[in-house]
């Protein structure tokens, strides 16, 4: 059975951990504002189109009927672009650097973003017995929260790469590779763990580790475990990416399923909108800042990269919401709109872009 704590304890961190340990930091941080602004405000408009779509739908008895809270939860993890898919992906067809590193910045991003909104949804509105205290208030609670975990994150996995880098500067370890590899991986998954641990996203705090990590400590290495590490890392990473795919793919048998035809079409065209609401205009305001011009046609790659993994599935499992066939019906929905967007998006994007790849 797939569990959602084994997923993002153990085969999420090593994918993050890898992207963020080979990302190019030029590229990344020249595009630093654009990345944030689609991770961040992209994702809550997308979540709050489906999310709200979905309660008045409901509302109006066209579809399953779902109380506030949830549908803004659905609305959260169903907006979680899927970096594993896009990193897949667009590996394999040597897309533009820009175009990947805003799709690839974004995915990862938006991942700690979307699962940042989900227990937002979840904490807010259940505590407030879905009678919302007064809008303004919960809204700035909500970002309030919000800030603490991406800030505190990002801040936590910079710091331990930092450490990290003092520690295998002034302890001389060249001479016993396999225990300066040791430490590198300790100190690579030290992060998360401490995230975790005290209610910040673990997720984020181990991409900034990654990032800091290659820039600062990855030169205080051997040679030799310099070579090790990026093998290593490529390699479990890939593994990783693999039993998701396989889980996500067995996860279909493995549990009742509560299919309901007008809820899932519903959501699919939801997710389309939201997704187009979110990079159009974002683009076109952008594009007024920017000097490389975010051009129609990467528009376009960019709203159609909008592959959802495993993440929201994941995310869809944790909800743990009452009654069982809501949950079904979440669980379901979730599955069909992943396989969806990765077989026919994904698989469309390919057909079109043949003859690009390694």
């Not at 704590?5 to 992207?19: G, R, T, V």
């Not at 990290?164 to 001389?172: E, I, N, P, R, V």
Request: hydrophobic share 50%; aromatic share 14%.
């Amino acid at each position: 059975m797939f569990r959602p704590n084994m997923f993002f304890l153990l085969l999420l961190p090593p994918i993050i951990f890898e992207s963020g340990y080979s990302l190019h930091k030029g590229n990344f941080f020249q595009n630093i504002g654009s990345i944030t602004l689609f991770a961040v405000i992209g994702t809550a408009i997308s979540a709050f189109i489906v999310g709200g779509g979905i309660y008045f739908l409901g509302q109006a008895d066209v579809i399953y009927k779902m109380t506030m809270t949830d549908s803004f939860a659905f609305g959260s993890l169903i907006s979680a672009v899927d970096p594993v898919a896009t990193i897949a992906i667009f590996n394999a067809l040597n897309v533009d650097p820009v175009l990947n590193m805003l799709v690839f910045g974004e995915s990862i991003l938006n991942d700690a973003v979307s699962i940042v909104l989900t227990n937002t949804a979840e904490g807010f509105f259940s505590r407030s017995d879905n009678s919302m205290v007064t809008g303004w208030e919960t809204f700035l609670q909500a970002l309030g929260y919000f800030l603490k975990m991406f800030f505190g994150s990002a801040a936590l996995g910079t710091l331990t790469g930092l450490i990290s880098a003092l520690f295998l500067k002034h302890f001389d370890l060249r001479k016993t590779p396999s225990l300066e590899f040791g430490m590198m991986i300790i100190f690579a998954y030290l992060p998360y763990g401490l995230a975790e641990g005290i209610k910040l996203s673990g997720i984020m705090s181990i991409l900034f580790a990654g990032i800091v990590m290659s820039h600062y400590t990855h030169h205080n290495l051997s040679p030799v475990t310099q070579i090790l590490m990026q093998q290593t890392l490529r390699t479990v990473a890939f593994m990783c990416e693999t039993c998701v795919f396989a889980f996500l793919g067995l996860s279909i048998f493995s549990f009742p399923h509560n299919f309901e035809i007008s809820f899932v079409i519903w959501c699919i065209v939801l997710v389309l909108l939201g997704r187009a609401v979110n990079i159009f205009p974002l683009s076109f305001l952008l594009n007024f800042f920017r000097d490389h011009k975010i051009t129609p046609k990467m528009m376009f790659i960019m709203w159609f990269s909008g592959l959802r993994g495993a993440i929201p599935y994941a995310l869809s499992l944790h909800l743990g919401l009452e009654p069982i066939e809501k949950r079904q019906l979440i669980g379901t929905t979730t599955i069909i709109i992943v396989l969806f967007t990765i077989l026919l998006l994904g698989g469309r994007y390919h057909a079109t872009h043949p003859h690009h790849g390694h």
